[in-house]
């Protein structure tokens, strides 16, 4: 990369079940990220907790609604900060709906500075809900599906109010293998590139990576999404929602060779890292190798 680094933590959990990954962007320091990173960089802290914020009395299945779309809006001018101030944002969630916030802060600087934005959504799950299809009402299961434009309307249109909505067709999802049934539907109709695990057993992780990599051009920035749950429970059990038969260390470690030879990094998340369930660290630990293998000469 050729920016400075910014990193700032977002220490809430409200969009998943468990409460531990609000600790994440902590355990992430303490696993020693930060003196990993060998290129230029500034740490800016955690994002406070919003104070007072609007209350929507929204009736959609989608919990902490209020909340989450406050501390969304603070990490989103967080990020807008940071990107204005010269560096390349760095989010250490916190559950992946923070996406939102993050994802869209970037999303809006590439639509004013006219770069093609190409987002690498790693995960297990495509988190393409809305309120109808989820079973659980938890909002980390819709980030995706809010920044393209649906969703419960006080994050739709908080999306909308800062800069638009979007574009399906630059999500890239690479490791997916829970997807909910209505979910399942929404992802067959739209534009986005997913690919499954099934799809990373047929054509392996290589030609998955190719694929994706053939869209990037010089004009490219790349926002990398990466949900730690995209990883196999065996490796990563450190996660809020641990689905068996994910991506092996050397398929996520070719992920991450294949962003940071691209050289068109612009951007990144680390997602759901649950301290409450990880094995002595295991999780941090892998965290911190594979994200500041990004951030190395
Ligand atoms: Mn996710």
Redesign the pocket.
Known sequence: MKKKIGICGIPSSLGCALPGTKNGPNALRQAGLIGQITLPHHDFGDVQEPQEYPKFNSKDNAKHLDALTAWNTALYEKVEEIINRGYAPLVLGGD?AYAMGSLGAVGHHCMKNNKDLLVIWF?A?T?FNTPETSPTGNI?GMPVRVLTGQGPAPLVNFIKDKGGFLAENIFNMIGIRSVDEGEQIAVDQSQMSVFTMADVRQQGIDQVLETIFAKVTNNTHIHFSF?I?GIDPSLAPGVGTPVEHGLSLEQTQKVFQAIKQSGRLGSMDV??LNPDTDNQDQTAKLAVELVSSLFTE
Do not use: F, K, S, T
Request: no cysteine; hydrophobic share 10%; glycine share 0%.
């Open positions: 992946h995960d799950h988190d980390h949900d749950d997602v759901e």
